[in-house]
């Protein structure tokens, strides 16, 4: 059956940071839906049909659902928790939750419950860590197929420097990976990503397994984390002292490719630098992690100018908001401090069809083009009396956006499509 979404409709084509012509607005829009995919977008006047349903969403913007290309699924109780820089926050926090989601039903109950906390706040798609366990796994899959969901999710491999509960064995990473990714990779809108957690936790043998993944199975996503925390290079390097840097340690197991998701990515040698770019290989900008571990601050504009395609993500746990519009926000700030500037037509981009690009899926999400997956969020600007007052004053679309920006989190999400089915409760 086919539908009419109605509303002020925003998506991009380009990089406004690369050209001004990047963005479609329809002012009175409307976007025509039918078994989960985009039919046509276009004034209203013109799709409007006696016999469509209608749903209206004026006077608030409607823009493809949001992406969080690095977030941590089993952290979801643990986020919010005081005091620690990374590898104490790792040792204190995170691995003792991990190890509970080894039982099935924890993880149901979780997975469930993080999918929903991903829809109130109108991401439609993430890319997700799982625990070393795989039930884990299996039930953020279940869970997101049951919602027609896209996700990209995977089983952390670490057999080394972390407590029993949460290690396994090269082989048994190996083995369990395969396993997952051979049931749920390319099975309807879900995707694996093959995830040695990061250096410090993976063996040399570990990470000739995962290199061996990568090799069985190239179109898969790689995830994992590098040069996040000083103290993190230094236990890294000490760990492979043949390596020439951080980077060098996933290089010489082969898994640089257009299709490696480095989170962080803050304090970057120059040879990683250009390796990067020569590779495709993305990094993932998490602003509120880097300032709530106090790990540093990310270079937007050095990385763009070497040729770096990034992303930017929520990192929950060690983020502090499943909100891609905090996410924002903080990023805003970061860059500030770094003498850039992040223009909110730049950030909405960045959010949408930027993540789509840096995880090669600007075919199907991030953009409501023809016969893109129907994964839309619904904004509203006024959502709270303090946005409502400062909207009062904004004349553009531009100011308005940087309003959802900074002031904006769940209560600005008025709605959030999945597949074209509704998923947040409204009063």
Known sequence: MQQLIRGRVLDFHADPADTQDNHRFLEDGAILIEDGKILAVDDYTTLARPDLAEIDHRPNLILPGFIDPHIHFPQVQVIASWG?????WLNTYTFPEEARFADHAHATRMAGLFL????????????????????????????????????????????????????????????????????????????????PRFAITSTPEQMQATGALVREHPDCHVQTHMSENLDEIDFTLSLYPKARDYL???????????????????????????????????????????????????????????????????DVGGGSSYSMLQTLNEGYKILQLRNQKLHPLTAFHWATRGNALALGMADRIGTLARGSDADL?????????????????????????????????????????????PMKKTD
Not at 133 to 162: C, I, Q
Not at 270 to 284: F, L, N, T
Not at 381 to 398: G, H, I, N, Q, V
């Open 248 to 314: 060098d340690i996933y290089e010489t197991h082969g898994l640089l490719s257009d299709r490696l998701l480095l989170g962080h990515c803050i304090h970057l040698r120059e040879r990683e630098i250009a390796r990067m770019s020569e590779s495709g290989s993305r990094a993932v900008f998490c602003p509120t992690s880097n300032l709530f571990l106090g790990s540093g601050l990310f270079d937007e504009a050095g990385l763009r100018a070497a040729g770096i395609l990034s992303g930017i993500a929520t």
């Open 84 to 88: 620690a820089q990374l590898l104490d």
């Open 377 to 421: 969020v619904v904004l509203d600007a006024r959502a709270t009396p303090a946005m409502a007052l400062r909207a009062e004053r904004a004349e553009t679309l531009a100011e308005e956006l940087f309003i959802l920006q900074i002031m904006g989190d769940d209560r600005a999400v008025a709605q959030t499509y999945v597949a074209g089915k």
């Open 116 to 195: 929903d906390q991903l829809t109130a706040h109108g991401t439609t798609t993430a890319v997700a860590f799982c625990s070393v366990h795989a039930t884990s796994v299996e039930a953020l899959f279940a869970a997101a197929e049951a919602r027609d969901m896209a996700m990209v999710a995977g089983k952390v491999m670490m057999d080394r420097n972390a407590i029993p509960e949460v290690q396994d064995t090269p082989q048994q990473g190996y083995d369990d990976s395969k396993r997952l990714l051979q049931k749920w990779h390319g099975r309807g809108r879900q995707r694996y990503a093959i995830t």
